[in-house]
């Protein structure tokens, strides 16, 4: 599969969108920010162990891969544009997240990551959520 | 009453009906016909304690896939099998009883409905609650409890009930100590069942003990009630006039030999955490509205999934997986400070590691002594909320023609021929289960219960499967004597006076435990006996 190369000046710009979320939060939303890594686990997977759990499969099987494409590709399969994040609420996001999800699961886009069976919308996430860190 | 056959004085008995074996299908039938008249043989090879000599008839060869030892899966003395018994209840399920396109082309030739008012019988020989499985209801009369997958069309949640479990041999001893018509003969080992010169009647069964008394029982009925091995193996050991043994002409009998294939599934990591005392981990939930029942659930597939993915039946117990916070936070703290990062909420992991120390000095220290044994005990579910499940895996299996009891050359005290078991399993069944497992996953995405973990085992196709030690198939029961070994009243094809009462009836085995089926097919065979005597 290619990587499409971004141009520097989109990749930083979505590493910042990411990056600066807990700060943008608090200006767009009392709510906490969108993307954190620790919010988002709780909120999506409420249990933190089982998402450690989880994660851990996933980042001692995944092929390293670059941030800016990760995220591109996970906006696409999300169906949402980088500048409609900005000024999305933090439970949007989670809600459209979950649905897209639980959608992957019903028309079985699903896949066997080290043993674990996750939506592909899911791995995606969790890609862009290990790169990050 | 009871006889010890070392102590009889005549050579030949006489009765109405002759049972071969006191399991929970011999005593069931016996018992339907205490005081009625009918004089009953009841032939059991042990006593009433177990005892090695006896037991040792059981061995024999094993060349399944599964090396398991044969005298290890069954007991022989009074009460049979039922004296190392779980007690897990179930009726079949109704589809398990039809032929399904793309799973197995048989069918059992008695419809569901006809069953169940002798599971209903069955509940009581086998000291159950009210027969309740699938009422729709009764999740609503149980707020208490919430159902994983409610909203589900692919699975669904099923009831099962414990027996206490009943040890028929000493839960129904006494009621044959004083019968004036039933005899209970201890001891007593058929060796061969006997015919006419056609192979059409048979007109007794040669027995004897380990003293080497031997005997004979005449009657007008015969019941082989020895279960899903031992059935077979006599029937294809009573080869004196018809040669490959008696309703074997084409050569079904010993054929299709079935166990609930049981696998490791591997795991569900719950979004929500479930409480300790969900119905799917107290497998004897007792319930106010039913105090005389013991209740457990498990998952299980719809009628749909079945249909649409053309599968064979099965099960997912659910178990909490063994976790602890304080290994769970060891690891994470380990994770964290060897990629350089400080852990986030560092006191709380250290708060879980220091409530938990027993875990983590267990882990700790048997790695260091290299050792298999805890050094401090850790109560493995102190909590009341569990995180993570295990599963296992109970399917049925789909019938196999090459799946088998054979007669080996090996001899046993009597110099006969001892078992050979060639248990087969097929890719069909591997695939199956890697599907139910899929379904699973899938089922716990959309509806966010949690996320599945599948072992490669399963992936691969490659599972070992273990026994359950229900032994069904090898006299099965079809309406005609070219694709079974018993009619629907369980009589052999062109066998005038023969009847078999066992799991080795059953054509198809569902996922459900057999012994309440089992005793459901005796109470009525019972019936049916009554009706032609």
Not at chain 2, 113 to 140: M, N, S, T
Not at chain 2, 172 to 189: G, H, M, P, T, W
Not at chain 2, 351 to 360: A, T
Request: charged residues 25%.
């Amino acid at each position: 599969m290619s990587v499409k190369i971004l141009p520097r000046r989109t990749f930083i710009k979505n590493v910042s969108i990411f990056l600066s979320m807990p700060l943008l939060a608090n200006f767009i939303d009392i709510d906490q920010p969108v993307l954190n890594v620790e919010n988002y686990l709780r909120e999506v997977l409420p249990n933190n162990f089982s998402a450690m759990s989880i994660g851990e499969h996933i980042v001692s099987v995944q092929k390293k891969s670059s941030l800016s494409g990760e995220m591109n590709h996970l906006f696409m399969i999300l169906g949402v544009a980088e500048n409609d994040i900005l000024s999305m609420r933090k439970q949007t996001f989670i809600t459209i997240l979950r649905e897209k999800i639980q959608n992957d699961f019903s028309i079985g886009n699903f896949s066997n990551i080290g043993g674990w069976i996750l939506s592909d919308t899911e791995v995606g996430l969790y890609k862009v959520l290990f790169l990050i860190r | 009453m009871y006889i010890d056959a070392n102590d009889l004085d005549s050579k030949v008995m006489e009765a109405d009906i002759c049972i071969i074996g006191a399991g929970c299908a011999g005593i069931t039938m016996a018992k339907e016909f205490l005081n009625t008249g009918v004089k009953v043989l009841l032939l059991e090879s042990g006593g009433f304690e177990y005892d090695d000599e006896t037991q040792s008839l059981y061995e024999g060869e094993n060349v399944s896939l599964h090396n398991f030892d044969l005298a290890d899966t069954r007991l022989r003395y009074f009460g049979g099998s039922t004296n190392h018994w779980g007690g897990m209840c179930r009726p079949l399920d109704e589809i398990d009883l039809v032929q399904r396109d793309g799973v197995h082309d048989v069918s059992w030739p008695i419809q569901f409905d006809e069953l169940v008012p002798y599971y209903k019988r069955a509940h009581i020989v086998c000291q159950l609650g009210p027969y309740i499985y699938d009422d729709p209801y009764f999740w609503e009369k149980q707020p208490e409890f919430s159902p994983l997958l409610k909203e589900s069309d692919q699975l669904r949640t099923s009831l099962f009930q414990f027996s206490p479990p009943t040890r028929f041999g000493q839960v129904y001893r006494d009621i044959f100590k004083e019968s004036e018509n039933i005899d209970v003969i201890l001891n007593a080992n058929v060796l061969e069942v006997e015919t006419d010169e056609q192979g059409k009647k048979i007109t007794s069964v040669k027995a004897a003990t380990l003293r080497k008394k031997y005997f004979s029982v005449k009657a007008k009925k015969f019941v082989i009630a020895m279960g899903g091995m031992e059935s077979a193996r006599l029937l294809l050991l009573s080869n004196k006039v018809q040669k490959n043994g008696l309703g074997n002409a084409n050569d079904l009998v010993g054929r299709y030999y079935m166990d609930h294939l049981d696998a490791w599934a591997g795991a569900i990591q719950l979004i929500y955490d479930m409480p300790i005392k969900s119905m799917y981990f107290d497998l004897r939930t007792h319930i106010a509205s039913f105090p005389a029942a013991k209740f457990g659930a498990l998952l299980t597939p719809t009628l749909s999934t079945l249909n649409d993915n053309k599968l064979s039946n099965f099960r997912f117990i659910i178990s909490p997986a063994k976790t602890s916070k304080g290994i769970d936070s060891s690891k994470y703290i380990a994770h964290e400070m060897g990629a350089g990062h400080l852990p986030d909420n560092l006191g709380v992991h250290l708060k879980n590691v220091l409530s938990d120390i027993e875990s983590v000095a267990n882990v700790g220290l048997k790695t260091v002594f290299n050792s298999q044994n805890d050094f401090f005990k850790v109560q493995p579910f102190s909590g009341k909320l569990v995180s993570k499940v295990t599963l296992d895996l109970n399917m049925e299996q789909i019938p196999n023609r090459n799946s088998r009891v054979m007669l080996s050359s090996e001899k046993d005290f009597f110099d006969q021929n001892r078992i050979k078991l060639d248990w087969q399993v097929t890719r069909d069944d591997q695939f199956a289960a890697l599907k139910a497992v899929e379904i699973l996953a899938a089922e716990c995405g959309k509806y966010n219960i949690g996320r599945v973990f599948m072992p490669d085992s399963i992936k691969d196709g490659e599972v070992d499967f273990g026994i359950s030690s229900h032994h069904i198939g090898t006299t099965r029961m079809a309406d005609s004597a070219r694709t079974g070994v018993v009619n629907s009243d369980c009589k052999v094809h062109d066998i005038d006076n023969l009847f078999v009462s066992s799991s080795s009836v059953f054509p198809t085995s569902g996922w459900a435990n057999p012994t309440l089926t089992i005793t459901a097919l005796a109470l009525r065979l019972a019936d049916h006996l009554k009706k032609v005597l």
